[in-house]
């Protein structure tokens, strides 16, 4: 009998492992939209007047050929910076990230600016976001059912959720973006990789939305091109995005021109080298982080105030120069733009028998975008080993956010990692549209070889 009985509930606690997260309630949903901002985050400003209250801008601009701006909040003048100096006296509101790098150059600041949240969505995205605070569940962490267009947890109650918030942000249909890479070296020369990359959004599509279910969860499709340098031009990597683990989750192709066909590809994940950066960036590092949860335990730490990167046009514009962001030991501090925003805190541990170069990953969510920013990443023996910070712009073009660029710091070589650049080349074009077959294995085995 006592055999049965721990078997029974070793069961009950599986069980319990794998049941949808719970909804919230009528009454907690009832917040979105009065206390809360239609996606959930607070409408308050804080108590000292730091962090103001939401106010969301208009749609206003071109779907082509612009770049994300906002002339007033571009001539604004810092209001204090941070440095090595006086690290003591913000440390309470920093990312270990910054920390570390305050701590580690004389030369590393962080100018602070006036705080502005004028973050806004499409109507469609705040109505589907409220229908999905009392339908959309998650099983387990990687599975998601009766969940429609909009954010699916809009009051997150466990780790996971603020991450598939991030995951499944609105960006618009689709988009034709240019991503600019480059490895720094100490001395501040580096190497540069140009990447064309084609997406089509399902899931947060206005147009022609597919929800996802226990039974169907692709919400993306992604094709990359590199075109130089010469050595890596002509790499394709295709992917469909799915929620799910294993063969239900992500699918994969590579096509390299040593090989000339393209064959699937179940490295492109987790902690494998992302093609042509020589190491310095995961694939699970893209837009801070994406992929399967599957390998670690997520722990809602709750919402802090945190200096982060934001509203940062001039760093992410068509004035700045590659050569310009580019400097000895880390990213050109006179460029980036930080204001205190609230962020929720995500704690990642790895779970015991997988495996991961990081062993526990904090990541920080602006509640107003639901768009990580930073990334503390741990090695197995608890040291801060990488730190990724992202920096936020929010387009009024398309009425979403997204970070540009990523910066990866690695802390044992001295060298850092540029991604997600666009400055001297073409703004994103999200009017772009792909036939049917353009995401298939075929339709780019048929491309490379033109």
Request: with cysteine.
């Amino acid at each position: 009998m006592k055999t049965l009985s721990m078997a029974l509930g070793v069961f009950a606690l599986s069980l319990v492992a794998t049941q949808a997260a719970a909804k919230v309630d009528a009454a907690e949903a009832g917040k979105i939209g009065t206390t809360l901002t239609p996606v959930g985050a607070e409408k308050a400003g804080n108590k000292d007047g730091s962090i103001p209250a939401w106010e969301p801008a208009p749609q206003a601009g071109s779907l082509k050929s612009e770049f994300s701006t906002d002339p007033k909040i571009e001539a604004e003048k810092s209001k204090f910076t941070i440095s090595k100096a006086n690290l003591a006296q913000y440390s309470a509101n920093l990312t270990e990230g910054h920390k570390y790098l305050l701590k580690t150059y004389d030369t590393y600041k962080m100018n602070v600016y006036p705080t502005h949240r004028i973050v806004s969505w499409p109507k469609e995205i705040y109505d589907a976001t409220k229908a999905n605070a009392t339908t959309c569940e998650m099983i387990g962490s990687d599975l998601l059912d009766n969940c429609k267009v909009g954010f699916p947890f809009p009051i997150p109650k466990t780790g996971a959720e603020p991450v598939w918030n991030h995951k499944l942000k609105w960006r618009g249909e689709a988009v034709t973006r240019y991503n600019n890479q480059m490895i720094v070296q100490p001395s501040g020369e580096f190497q540069l990789t140009k990447i064309i990359e084609n997406v089509q959004f399902s899931y947060a599509s206005l147009a022609n939305p597919v929800p996802l279910t226990k039974t169907s969860g692709e919400f993306l499709k992604y094709l990359s091109q590199t075109v130089a340098p010469p050595r890596l031009a002509g790499t394709f990597i295709l992917v469909h995005e799915k929620a799910g683990t294993g063969a239900d989750g992500r699918a994969a192709w590579l096509y390299s021109p040593g090989l000339k066909r393209i064959r699937r590809a179940p490295t492109v994940c987790c902690d494998n080298p992302y093609e042509g950066t020589d190491g310095h960036e995961f694939y699970d590092q893209v837009d801070i982080f994406n992929g399967a949860l599957d390998r670690y335990n997520w722990k809602l730490i709750g919402k802090k105030e945190i200096y982060i990167p934001y509203n940062s046009y001039k760093i992410a514009g068509p004035t700045v120069k590659y050569k310009d962001l580019a400097k000895p030991k880390h990213l050109n501090q006179d460029l980036p733009r930080y204001e205190l925003h609230r962020v929720w805190i995500v704690e990642a541990n790895i779970k015991p028998g997988t495996s991961h170069t990081f062993t526990k990953r904090v990541m920080y969510i602006d509640e107003d975008s639901w768009n990580m920013v930073a990334a503390d990443n741990y090695d197995s023996r608890g040291n801060l080993y990488q730190f990724q910070e992202g920096h936020l712009v929010w387009g009024s073009n398309v009425q979403a956010s997204t970070t540009a660029p990523e910066i990866i710091y690695h802390f044992t070589s001295g060298r850092y990692f540029i991604t997600a650049a666009f400055n001297e080349d073409k703004a994103p074009d999200l009017t772009a549209k792909f036939s049917p077959d353009f995401f298939t294995a075929a339709a780019v085995q048929k491309r490379s070889t033109k």
